[in-house]
């Protein structure tokens, strides 16, 4: 291999590893960007979603009254569940003394054939 025809493949090598060097900041900044701006846009699309939803109270009275409006509940049970739903905000835990199961209209007891 003739001298100049090495320092020309050397002098080509150190331009590409500087070439490297002076881009490695740049690409790292660029993928660090993208990485923390998909984090915000997650971050934000959750807070956005959330705050449009009503939260999970669960069963209300006043879906109780729906029911009873609709005729799916009788005056007996809306009264019964009424009671057991004020019963449960009256007591300090909120939590019933014991749970009674509600049987749908029309299911008094157990089948028999």
Not at 31 to 52: E, M, N, P, Q, S
Request: glycine fraction near 8%; charged fraction near 20%; charge should be positive.
């Amino acid at each position: 291999m003739n001298p100049t025809t090495w320092l020309m493949a050397q002098a080509s090598a150190d331009k590409s590893s500087r070439l490297f060097a002076d881009l490695l900041p740049w690409l790292a900044s660029i993928v660090v960007f993208i990485i923390v701006g998909g984090v915000v846009i997650y971050l934000l699309r959750r807070w956005l979603r959330t705050d449009d939803q009503p939260e999970g109270i669960g069963f209300t009275l006043q879906d109780l009254r729906d029911l009873h409006a609709c005729g799916e509940m009788t005056d007996a049970e809306f009264a019964h569940a009424r009671e057991q739903m004020i019963g449960r905000l009256k007591r300090p835990g909120g939590a019933p003394a014991t749970v009674k199961k509600l049987r749908p209209p029309g299911n008094s007891g157990p089948a028999s054939k």
